[in-house]
């Protein structure tokens, strides 16, 4: 998962900007993750509820528009990580009948919030008469053109929106680089010695910065998918494992102690949050009118998504129980070569993914190091120490919290949530105040709904979290 370079400071006056193409999304194969940048177009308040006829697919160009099927795939690479890994995990925290019928509602209310996104994007796109919008761009717009009392605030969207997307992909960065060490350690533990997992943390920080010195996505494209097939094929394998010798369901907790409850939300929407990919997505189609709707290019890859996720976590918490660790893989038998090399297999296609998500935030901070110095050559080098920088930042948060499961549900808790089940309602909100909701304001009050749900699971989630961070043996 990646996307192509952000301009995240770029600040663009001159209208005639947005007639340019836009860039082929399909030159990585695990791209467009989130999409970050703006571009505040200038478009004057009497005009911002004006109805038109704008169809802002058609004022589109693009030189490569995906198909539905590449849109699929993309959708399935956006959403699928290290999170289908941890769900028998998040089954524990459940119970087996509470994950599972959970976990579908969950991947519903998700798959809603992306819908909302995208039609916020497409009323705010025909308001300011504007081709597309990402994430940001319809935080910023939705408050600009919503009620007279928010107009305020529209910078302030943009940003938080911006900044929970960075802290999102440090999220996963700092999750990645746990998870190759653990499973590292598993291999290296059984056939050698034992050794404390920060030494092997210290060990892959060595080859990860050379390879997060790569700029451009161009070079990482056969890396990215040499990972794809190593996942696919590891998933594969550890699916073999799961299903056999299953024991009866009465071996498992049918539902778990509501204590363990948030740990379960955070887990499952760290899963579940791909909400960042949808508007990319979206914009770079060749028929981007096949992307919503019941049989769309959503709901399909979402139901397979959230099916893969639901069948990995019952089967997973079924066959090891409570014994089941933060990554099913750390529970695969120690005494088979075939279950080794999954170990290694996924540690290696996750290592060489680490570039992939890491190169979303880091240009969101090269922009602003780079600011300040002049010549070209200072500027190159600024660069690459805040690269090397953030690299030995999520090193140090790995080896700060080596604790893969309460790490995934924080990351989860506090980042995903704001944005894949917090962000969408408001903004919903936020967009149609101005021209009202249908009868009996039923989207306001489902809106709220979900939106305290997020909340919720956001507080809970997080306090969830750290007390078990804080306190690793109390269950």
Same mark, same amino acid.
């Given at each position: 998962?990646?996307?192509?370079? =952000?301009?995240?400071?770029?600040?663009?006056?001159?209208?005639?900007? *947005?007639?340019?193409?836009?860039?082929?999304?399909?030159?990585?194969?695990?791209?467009?993750?989130?999409?970050?940048?703006?571009?505040?177009?200038?478009?004057?308040?009497?005009?911002?509820?004006?109805?038109?006829?704008?169809?802002?697919?058609?004022?589109?160009?693009?030189?490569?528009?995906?198909?539905?099927?590449?849109?699929?795939?993309?959708?399935?690479?956006?959403?699928?990580?290290?999170? +289908?890994?941890?769900?028998?995990?998040?089954?524990?925290?459940?119970?087996?009948?509470?994950?599972?019928?959970?976990?579908?509602?969950?991947?519903?209310?998700?798959?809603?919030?992306?819908?909302?996104?995208?039609?916020?994007?497409?009323?705010? $796109?025909?308001? +300011?008469?504007?081709?597309?919008?990402?994430?940001?761009?319809?935080?910023?717009?939705?408050?600009?053109?919503?009620? +007279?009392?928010?107009?305020?605030?529209?910078?302030?969207?943009?940003?938080?929106?911006?900044?929970?997307?960075?802290?999102?992909?440090?999220?996963?960065?700092?999750?990645?680089?746990?998870?190759?060490? #653990?499973?590292?350690?598993?291999?290296?533990?059984? *056939?050698?010695?034992?050794?404390?997992?920060?030494?092997?943390?210290?060990?892959?920080?060595?080859?990860?910065?050379?390879?997060?010195?790569?700029?451009?996505?161009?070079?990482?494209?056969?890396?990215?998918?040499?990972?794809?097939?190593?996942?696919?094929?590891?998933?594969?394998?550890?699916?073999?494992?799961?299903?056999?010798?299953?024991?009866?369901?009465?071996?498992?907790?049918?539902?778990?102690?509501? $204590?363990?409850?948030?740990?379960?939300?955070? /887990?499952?929407?760290?899963?579940?949050?791909?909400?960042?990919?949808?508007?990319?997505?979206?914009?770079?189609?060749?028929?981007?009118? @096949?992307?919503?709707?019941? /049989?769309?290019?959503?709901?399909?890859?979402?139901?397979?998504?959230?099916?893969?996720?639901?069948?990995?976590?019952?089967?997973? *918490?079924?066959?090891?129980?409570?014994?089941?660790?933060?990554?099913?893989?750390?529970?695969?038998? &120690?005494?088979?070569?075939? $279950?080794?090399?999954?170990?290694?297999?996924? %540690?290696?296609?996750?290592?060489? $993914?680490?570039?992939?998500?890491?190169?979303?935030?880091?240009?969101?901070?090269? =922009?602003?190091?780079?600011?300040?110095?002049?010549?070209?050559?200072?500027?190159?080098?600024?660069?690459? %120490?805040?690269?090397?920088?953030?690299?030995?930042? /999520?090193?140090?948060?790995?080896?700060?919290? =080596?604790?893969?499961?309460?790490?995934?549900? #924080?990351?989860?808790?506090?980042?995903?949530?704001?944005?894949?089940?917090?962000? =969408?309602?408001?903004?919903?909100?936020?967009?149609? !105040?101005?021209?009202?909701?249908?009868? *009996?304001? !039923?989207?306001?009050?489902? @809106?709220?709904?979900?939106? +305290?749900?997020?909340?919720?699971?956001?507080?809970?989630?997080?306090?969830?979290?750290?007390? &078990?961070?804080?306190?690793?043996?109390?269950?």
């Amino acid at each position: 998962m990646s996307e192509r370079q =952000p301009l995240l400071r770029t600040e663009v006056t001159d209208i005639e900007a *947005y007639s340019l193409p836009r860039p082929d999304i399909r030159d990585s194969p695990d791209n467009v993750l989130v999409n970050v940048q703006s571009d505040e177009l200038q478009v004057s308040p009497e005009q911002h509820l004006i109805k038109t006829n704008y169809n802002p697919s058609v004022h589109r160009t693009l030189e490569h528009p995906t198909s539905n099927l590449d849109t699929l795939i993309h959708l399935l690479k956006g959403n699928i990580g290290t999170g +289908i890994l941890a769900m028998p995990d998040a089954f524990k925290n459940a119970g087996l009948y509470m994950g599972l019928f959970g976990t579908l509602i969950m991947g519903a209310i998700c798959t809603h919030c992306m819908h909302m996104l995208v039609k916020c994007s497409h009323e705010l $796109s025909q308001r +300011i008469q504007q081709h597309s919008l990402n994430f940001s761009d319809v935080g910023y717009w939705s408050f600009e053109t919503g009620p +007279i009392a928010l107009k305020r605030y529209g910078q302030s969207a943009k940003k938080m929106i911006t900044i929970f997307l960075f802290i999102t992909q440090i999220g996963f960065c700092c999750v990645y680089f746990l998870f190759v060490a #653990l499973n590292v350690k598993e291999v290296i533990d059984h *056939y050698f010695m034992k050794l404390d997992v920060r030494i092997y943390l210290m060990l892959l920080l060595m080859p990860m910065i050379p390879l997060n010195l790569v700029r451009n996505l161009k070079y990482l494209t056969p890396v990215s998918l040499f990972a794809a097939i190593l996942t696919v094929t590891g998933l594969a394998i550890s699916f073999f494992y799961m299903l056999q010798d299953l024991p009866s369901t009465d071996t498992v907790k049918p539902l778990a102690s509501w $204590s363990t409850l948030p740990l379960y939300f955070g /887990t499952a929407i760290y899963a579940f949050e791909g909400i960042g990919v949808v508007l990319p997505l979206e914009n770079n189609m060749k028929t981007p009118e @096949d992307f919503g709707g019941l /049989t769309g290019v959503l709901n399909t890859g979402m139901i397979i998504v959230a099916c893969l996720y639901t069948s990995v976590g019952f089967f997973g *918490y079924l066959k090891y129980g409570d014994g089941v660790k933060g990554s099913i893989t750390l529970n695969l038998p &120690q005494d088979e070569i075939l $279950s080794q090399l999954v170990r290694i297999a996924m %540690a290696l296609a996750i290592f060489l $993914s680490y570039a992939l998500q890491f190169y979303v935030p880091v240009n969101f901070v090269e =922009p602003l190091v780079q600011r300040h110095f002049e010549t070209t050559r200072t500027k190159e080098l600024a660069a690459t %120490a805040s690269r090397i920088a953030l690299v030995t930042f /999520t090193f140090i948060l790995a080896a700060c919290i =080596p604790n893969l499961g309460p790490i995934i549900s #924080l990351v989860g808790a506090v980042s995903s949530s704001t944005l894949a089940l917090i962000a =969408p309602p408001i903004l919903e909100i936020v967009t149609f !105040w101005p021209v009202g909701f249908e009868r *009996y304001k !039923w989207i306001l009050w489902k @809106d709220v709904v979900i939106l +305290i749900f997020g909340l919720c699971g956001f507080v809970f989630g997080t306090y969830a979290s750290i007390a &078990q961070i804080l306190n690793p043996n109390v269950d």
